[in-house]
């Protein structure tokens, strides 16, 4: 993926960018690119984060987080988790947000109005009165306003706090001046509001992986010894069985075992058996390994050429 980063980076026009609006179309052209790469080769629902002068805070889904430092520009990516616990204290480490009426701000309009900044929301472009997103929307701006000098990662942290204790999980909060995020598609409550060179972006979004949780590699790995287990409980068993001539005639089970694991070649061929197993799951381990690392090879040459 570095090496991919680096390519899409380069032919994006991000080294070449000189200016700020330039080097922000430059970046949005990275990003889209670098995201749907990753979607095609690892599958859906990346998020990617490039940019300078930003502090974010994010739940992520383990092994699925990257960071990278390309000339001054930060490169983010990872993808949500499906759950998030939630804090011991919510409210008290959120702030404890204030209700529509009851903060002092809200107690004197006029004195808050000349004190906070102007903030624009640009996304949504229109807010639906009552809905959860214009409530969304209404707590970032407040937040923005009480900003002031903070530092950006401080923020965006505080924010994603406040915005879990009153509206759930899972949020995912960007702050700085220059940056730009393309989020997964299916997200939920995506606001952008601004204030003079601040930006702040947030949204929800969570990620269900679909089908069995079973480590499929691991369990390939663990077959071998799995087969060697039961090979040792078969010779146990035959031993236990076979130094009597004759069964119990009151137990079926028993002379069952008996007539199956007792004749002449019963342990020789079983001594083939296990053999054979054995041979196989240790030589399809080999050619697992091997076709990992090929599928790994031709991903990052897909990346390179997308």
Known sequence: IQDAIALLYKRSGCAAAKDKKGKNASRGSFAKSLKLSLDDSFGPHWHVLVGEKLGFAC?????????????????????????????????????????????????????????????????????????????????????????????????????????????????????????????????????????????????????????????????????????????CFVFMTMGAVCKEEHPDPHSPFRAMLHRNLCSSRAEQHMQYVGGGILVFFFMGRRTYKAGKAAQAKATANKLKVS
């Open 59 to 231: 739940k992520k889904r383990t092994h699925t987080m990257g960071v990278w430092k390309v000339d001054d520009t930060m490169v983010v990516l990872w993808q949500s988790p499906g759950i998030e616990e939630p804090e011991s204290s919510p409210e008290k480490d959120a702030g404890a947000p204030t209700e529509p009426g009851n903060s002092a701000e809200e107690a004197s309009p006029s004195a808050a109005a000349s004190a906070a900044p102007a903030v624009r929301v640009l996304e949504p472009a229109e807010l639906e009165d009552g809905s959860e997103t214009a409530a969304v929307a209404a707590m970032v701006s407040e937040r923005i306003a009480a900003s002031g000098d903070e530092d950006t990662q401080a923020f965006a942290q505080d924010l994603r706090r406040r915005l879990t204790a009153r509206f759930g999980t899972i949020w995912h909060v960007v702050v700085g001046s220059d940056f730009v995020v393309e989020a997964a598609e299916g997200r939920r409550n995506h606001v952008l509001a601004t204030t003079g060179r601040l930006r702040v972006v947030c949204f929800q979004h969570e990620q269900f992986k679909g089908g069995s949780s079973i480590d499929w590699e691991k369990l390939f790995r663990s077959l071998p010894y799995g087969v060697l287990a039961v090979l």
